[in-house]
């Protein structure tokens, strides 16, 4: 639940900051325990823009800060 929960939080944050974003969630079968946040470009290439594989514990270092996500989100679009 807490995946979830903190995925919806971010796909909103992300639409926010990019009006014709399209947000996939799981898209495939995820890793246990893992959160990641990759942008597909045009092209097909991919980026990661976050990855919280090897962070924790705590649990909550798994998740990101929206902010930080949008800001590598636009980073990686400029």
């Not at 946040?37 to 976050?50: A, R």
């Not at 649990?59 to 636009?74: I, N």
């Amino acid at each position: 639940r807490v995946y979830g929960r903190n995925a919806a939080a971010l796909s909103e944050a992300l639409r926010g900051a990019v009006a014709a974003l399209d947000v996939e969630i799981n898209p495939q079968q995820p890793r246990r325990n893992s959160f990641e946040v990759s942008l597909v470009k045009e092209d097909g290439s991919t980026v990661q823009l976050w990855s919280g594989i090897g962070k924790g514990p705590p649990r909550k270092l798994k998740f990101p800060e929206p902010a930080a996500v949008v800001e590598a989100l636009r980073s990686s679009l400029a």
